[in-house]
């Protein structure tokens, strides 16, 4: 596989990043336990990762009792969920194999990181000081505080922004085709990797510049351009 050349590191939370799963499903599973519904798999949970909490309790309903949930439980799950997943955000999540040595690696070589996920800011500062992956980044940019979800591009935009470096020389990192979308409409590079969560999407309908097995791998494709004389 060829070289990126890339100034920044755009990298997705949950499924690239962490193992978020396991505090997913636990908080979903006490809400739907609340409710008096019956509980899921975490696998089947896992499934439902990757486009916000409002998106996986909507499936997390629909898939416990085979109806969608009306707009009133559905709000007083909301608010069940939230307390449970701030109380257990962060309890089981772990980093996926080679993620620490592979942002160690980025910033050795002088990329700028930046972590960008469709979780709140609430609950994504906590997660990533109690993984100790915050000292990496130099930004973090959640969907509240962009003010837009993947694959809007705007999100990885503001990345950009925020670690002053133009697009273009920008290489997102993540494990699902929102991910991917929002890397391409925004003028991104973008390597997938191949665990994490992709929705039931197969790893080769998504498109990318490459597929890496760690972000290690990852580190040692990015190249910084050489400034010009």
Do not use: W
Not at 41 to 62: N, W
Not at 106 to 133: D, H, Q, W, Y
Not at 176 to 191: H, I, W
């Amino acid at each position: 596989m060829a070289a990126i050349l890339a100034r920044a590191a755009l990298i997705d939370l949950d499924g690239t990043l962490l193992d978020t799963a396991p505090d997913l499903a636990a908080a979903a599973n006490a809400t739907l336990a609340e409710l008096g519904r019956p509980g899921l798999p975490v696998e089947t949970v896992r499934d439902f990762v990757g486009q916000g909490i409002a998106h996986l309790l909507r499936r997390s309903l629909e898939a416990s009792t085979g109806t969608a949930a009306a707009d009133g439980v559905f709000e007083a799950a909301f608010a069940r969920f939230a307390g449970h997943y701030g109380r257990l955000n962060g309890a089981a999540a772990r980093p996926f194999e080679g993620v620490l040595e592979g942002l160690a690696d980025m910033r050795a070589i002088g990329l700028r990181l930046a972590c960008v996920t469709n979780k709140v800011a609430r609950f994504t500062e906590p997660l990533l000081l109690a993984s100790g992956l915050r000292a990496y980044f130099d930004a973090v940019v959640t969907s509240d505080s962009a003010g837009a979800r993947k694959p809007d591009p705007a999100i990885f935009l503001d990345a950009c922004r925020q670690l002053d470096v133009p697009p273009e020389e920008a290489c997102v990192i993540g494990d699902s085709a929102n991910d991917a979308e929002g890397a391409r409409a925004a003028g991104c590079r973008f390597l997938l990797v191949p665990y994490g969560y992709r929705e039931g999407r197969g790893l080769r309908e998504i498109e990318s510049d490459g597929i890496v097995a760690t972000l290690r791998e990852a580190a040692k494709l990015l190249r910084i351009p050489r400034s010009p004389p």
